[in-house]
């Protein structure tokens, strides 16, 4: 793994319209370029921890996923749906701190976001060979070709692809016309988010967090406007 990523000790991240995070500045800008440079907020985190056990009588091998990211935590809330982060040395897996977590793309043909992509790919065909009857089995060169094309499409468009859904892209993979049967790991994934919390703040920047209407669940925010309407 290279040891590019050694510099950069904090970066200021912001909440997109597409209620993603995004990295607006960096520590170390010589060798990170911010533009469409994305982040995995705290439930995005631990969507992708569980999401990976499925993979795990596959061969999937967590440390990929661990130096294939940074991991930060909330030092500050800088208003205006900006948040400074600061690099901690935490594991994603053993760890009860929500934390952040930025792919290390210094090299991203190479590098080990690049791996633990390769990586997942390979699991992933595994375990659709195994729980599907193909007339031929599943090759990862057709499930990265698959994928490819949807990226490209949305690049022409001009939109920028966030990590979030570029992992997921792979993770829920299934070809058209099949269905893997996960015994309702996605419907548990996502109310695992659902139920997720905030990460730890300090008490004035929890205030802060507490009133951006951002951070709240869709099912919190349904849940509210059933009890604002008025009984017939």
């Not at 690049?155 to 099949?178: N, Q």
Request: aromatic share 8%.
């Amino acid at each position: 793994m290279a040891n590019s990523s050694t510099t950069l000790e904090w970066c200021i991240v912001r909440l997109g319209e597409d209620h993603n995070w995004w990295v607006d500045e960096v520590s170390d800008p010589v060798r990170w370029d911010v533009d469409g440079l994305s982040i995995v907020d705290p439930r995005q985190v631990d969507h992708l921890v569980d999401a990976v056990e499925s993979l795990r009588d596959y061969s999937f091998n967590e440390d990929l996923l661990d130096v294939a990211f940074i991991p930060f935590r909330i030092e500050k809330d800088l208003g205006n749906g900006k948040v400074r982060l600061k690099r901690v040395k935490d594991s994603l897996f053993d760890t009860e701190e929500k934390l952040f977590a930025l792919p290390d793309i210094v090299d991203d043909e190479n590098g080990p976001y690049a791996d633990l992509l390769d990586h997942l790919t390979r699991c992933r065909v595994k375990m659709l060979n195994d729980l599907i009857e193909f007339e031929s089995a599943l090759t990862v060169d057709e499930v990265e070709d698959e994928i490819r094309e949807e990226q490209n499409a949305s690049f022409m468009e001009g939109a920028a692809i966030h990590v979030f859904d570029e992992l997921s892209a792979i993770l829920d993979y299934t070809p058209a016309g099949f269905d893997a049967d996960e015994d309702g790991d996605e419907d548990s994934d996502e109310e695992d988010i659902d139920d997720a919390d905030l990460p730890d703040i300090d008490e004035e920047d929890e205030k802060s967090l507490k009133g951006d209407s951002s951070l709240k669940w869709d099912e919190d925010d349904e849940e509210d406007e059933e009890e604002k309407e008025p009984e017939r």
